[in-house]
């Protein structure tokens, strides 16, 4: 299944524990930071089960964008749903965005 997050699928293990891990630094609410030279807002929900995390970020200067759902299931594994845009390319947002 195409953004599925597990040892099985397109995303090595170390890529999925590091992208995860970092998501889960970000704290919840907007938050300014940068990524790469180019400074960002981003906005992160939480679900009160912690089921779901969705990110919604915008370049201050610019017009690019990064948003997507991440879903966790009970079992091993989670799904990452990119909001039109590349799983690549949300990763290494997330990866990449350093919070001020």
Partial sequence: ?????????????SVQAM??????????GYVDGYFGSRSWG???KRSEDGKR???YG?????SDIVSFNLYRFAGPGSILK???MSSTKVIEFVLGFEPT
């Fill in 1 to 13: 299944m195409p953004g599925t997050m597990n040892g099985g699928g397109k995303i090595p293990p």
């Fill in 19 to 28: 992208f995860e891990d970092a998501l889960a630094k970000l704290p919840d």
């Fill in 42 to 44: 981003v906005t992160v």
């Fill in 53 to 55: 995390t969705w990110l």
């Fill in 58 to 62: 915008e370049e201050r200067s610019g």
């Fill in 82 to 84: 990119p909001c039109e």
